[in-house]
Every structure is written in C-alpha cells, then in structure tokens.
C-alpha cells in the first residue's frame, strides 16, 4: 500500500473517532495488566463483569496475592482457562513486589519476563498504560491489516512490524485502538460491513460487500 493511501486511512479512522479508548475497564497500570491477561482467550465483556469486583478488592500487587489461589480462582471462574490464568496473575504479582516495588515495568523485557505475559500484552500495557507507540497484534488487527492491504504477513510479528513501517507516527498511538475497534465492529470476520466502512475508498480488498 502507498504511503499517501495508508495516511488517508488513518486520517479517516481518525476523524471517526479522535480519541479511541480500550473497551477494557481498569483504573491503573496494573489493572489493565490483569485485565489483559484475563482478555486472552475471552471477550472485554466478559472481563469486564468480573474484574469490577474483583479490583474493588485486590486493586495493587499486594492485595491480590493476598486473596490466595482459591478465592482467585473463584472470581475469574467465568473466564476461560481462569485457573492458569489465576496462577499467572499471582505469580506476575509476586515479581512486581519483589522486583519492581509493586510497580508496572515499562520496559519491554520487564514485562515480556512476567509469567503469563506475552509480546501482544506488553505491546497494549506500553501503548494503553505509558503511551509507547508500539502496536499489539490481536486476531481483529491481523485480519484488517491483511484484508485492507495495510501491512500483509503470516503471523503476527510480522503484521506488527509491517504497521509500525507503514503507518505515520502520529497515528501510532491511538492506531492499535482504531484497528481493533475497525475490526470487531465493521471489518468482521465473517463477513466485512463494506457499505458502512469509513476507509473502503482506499481498501485494497477485493470482496468488497455490496451495498
């Protein structure tokens, strides 16, 4: 795709909406990191109806340890693979008390080095939490960027790397954002609601559906 093709992309997706927010809900650094590794596998809503109670009563580091393997279990019971997730959490508080002070690194590697944290979770706690421009690649993001001609790649790393070459610097932080709403709400999996796309003039794909 052509630079000046990708510019009106973002420009587009921008003046839909100028400042995204993640559907996730959390109210610090370290409750989008939780939230986030709940998110894997299961839908912000189903996250969201869970992490309200639960970050009312484990809100930092030290208080979710203290709730203990069980009683974590129980509060993320309806998320899928919530024991795993739960032994992560409680792993990944124990290194930030014990390293970090309590704190959420804002190094890549810190967070990469965290159980249960991989490069797509680091990728929105850097962009979401300290406004790095980095770009997390979820199943949405990969789909609009091979679908649309943005940035084509075979995995995910690749698709990531492809954007942060192709798109502007000043939409990298709020492009994770618009990807990812673009490609839950109007690029869909099944099926691509073209007639009602902000950015189907400049799209490359060629099953556009008709109106």
């Known amino acids: 795709m ?15 909406n100028p400042d995204p927010k993640p559907e996730l809900l959390y109210g610090s650094a370290f409750e989008l990191l939780v939230a986030v590794i709940l998110s894997a596998q299961a839908t912000d809503k189903s996250v969201n109806l869970v992490t ?3 970050f009312r009563i484990a809100p930092t580091p030290r208080a979710m340890l203290e709730l203990g393997l069980p009683r974590l279990q129980r509060c993320i019971r309806t998320i899928g693979l919530h024991n795993a997730k739960a032994r992560n959490i ?17 190094e890549r590697a810190a967070l990469e080095a965290l159980p249960g944290v991989g490069r797509k979770t680091a990728n929105v706690v850097l962009n979401v939490a300290f406004g790095e421009p980095t770009l997390a690649v979820d199943t949405h993001v ?10 084509h790649g075979t995995t995910p790393h690749a698709v990531e790397h492809g954007l942060l070459r192709a798109i502007p610097r000043e939409f990298l932080p709020h492009a994770h954002h618009w990807l990812i709403l673009h490609g839950r709400y109007v690029c869909k999996a099944r099926a691509p609601d073209c007639p009602r796309c902000p950015i189907a003039r400049w799209c490359e794909y060629e099953d556009k ?3």
């Not at 990969?142 to 940035?151: C, E």
């Open 52 to 54: 309200r109670e639960l």
């Open 2 to 16: 052509s630079p000046a093709r990708c510019r009106r992309i973002f420009e587009h997706l921008r003046a839909a």
């Open 209 to 211: 559906t008709p109106p």
């Open 90 to 106: 409680l792993a990944t508080c124990k290194v930030l008390l014990e390293r970090y002070g309590g704190e959420v690194p804002r």
């Open 142 to 151: 990969f789909r609009v960027a091979n679908r649309t001609g943005l940035a």
